[in-house]
């Protein structure tokens, strides 16, 4: 088997500068917008609410129990 010594590169690479990706993207507000809008998307279609501002109120809520880190 030949190694793909590029591709193993390009990984560890990656690998080194993780932590500091996920620093980045959640310090980005676009991250925030994001998380907020799929937030709201998966609340109106999983969780049966009528008001708009409680959908809201949930979808914040799920956003404070996520984190963006490194795996």
Known sequence: MTMNY???AI???ATGFS???AE???GDE???EM???LAD???EQNIPIVKEDDITDVACELIMNVTV???
Request: proline fraction near 0%.
């Open 41 to 43: 998307e998966f609340v």
């Open 24 to 26: 980045f993207c959640a």
């Open 35 to 37: 998380f907020m809008m």
């Open 19 to 21: 932590s500091e990706f």
């Open 11 to 13: 990984r560890r690479l």
């Open 6 to 8: 590029h591709d193993e």
């Open 69 to 71: 880190t490194k795996v």
């Open 30 to 32: 676009r991250m925030h």
